[in-house]
């Protein structure tokens, strides 16, 4: 299998040696400041909601932005054998071309609000997440959100059996 380039399909080189990402990665420093980086977390306004997997309980963030669930890979190993883990790996990309390459993904059963619910979960390095678990949209295959002041509230959709 040919390998190329995410980014401009050049089969010359690989993504992380892609011209093309330099030249819009590397932001322009002041010549003579010092330059300090901050990544500051707002906890106010994040929809956060206690999870179950397994015996472990997490606090994931509901990121209604993101196709995908994804867990911290130091949380994972606590709940799942790694052995368990797909082998395929995958790049997930996110705000300002950032991305993550996966290091697998599992399916799991978690429990919020007293239903159980089956997802796939993307197995992120720990220094690529914030939060011990994030669930995506694809829980909206399973159940409808609401989302009040108090928080965030899950309805598991109700499977009618048609009888014929």
């Known amino acids: ?5 995410f980014i401009c399909n050049s ?3 690989l993504r992380y040696n892609c011209p093309e990402v330099k030249k819009e990665s590397q932001p322009e420093r002041p010549s003579n400041s ?15 909601k206690d999870i179950t997997l397994g015996d472990k309980t997490i606090s994931a963030l509901i990121d ?7 867990i911290r ?9 790694q052995q368990k883990f797909t082998k395929k790996c995958n790049i997930l990309s996110g705000i300002g071309k ?11 059963d978690l429990v919020v609000d007293e239903d159980r619910y089956s997802l796939t979960w993307y197995v992120v390095p720990t220094k690529h997440l914030n939060f011990e678990g994030i669930i995506g949209t694809d829980i909206l295959e399973k159940a409808s959100l609401k989302l009040t002041e108090e928080g965030v509230v899950f309805h598991k959709h109700e499977v009618q059996k048609v009888v014929l």
């Not at 299998?1 to 380039?5: E, G, P, S, T």
């Not at 010092?34 to 977390?41: A, D, G, K, R």
């Not at 890979?73 to 054998?81: A, G, H, L, Q, R």
């Open 1 to 5: 299998m040919l390998r190329k380039c």
């Open 11 to 13: 089969p010359k080189h």
């Open 34 to 48: 010092e330059v300090q980086t901050y990544f500051v977390l707002p906890q106010k306004g994040l929809h956060l």
């Open 64 to 70: 209604t932005g993101s196709s995908v669930s994804r």
């Open 73 to 81: 890979e130091d949380v994972s190993t606590k709940i799942v054998d």
């Open 98 to 108: 950032s991305y993550a390459l996966t290091k697998g993904t599992f399916k799991h």
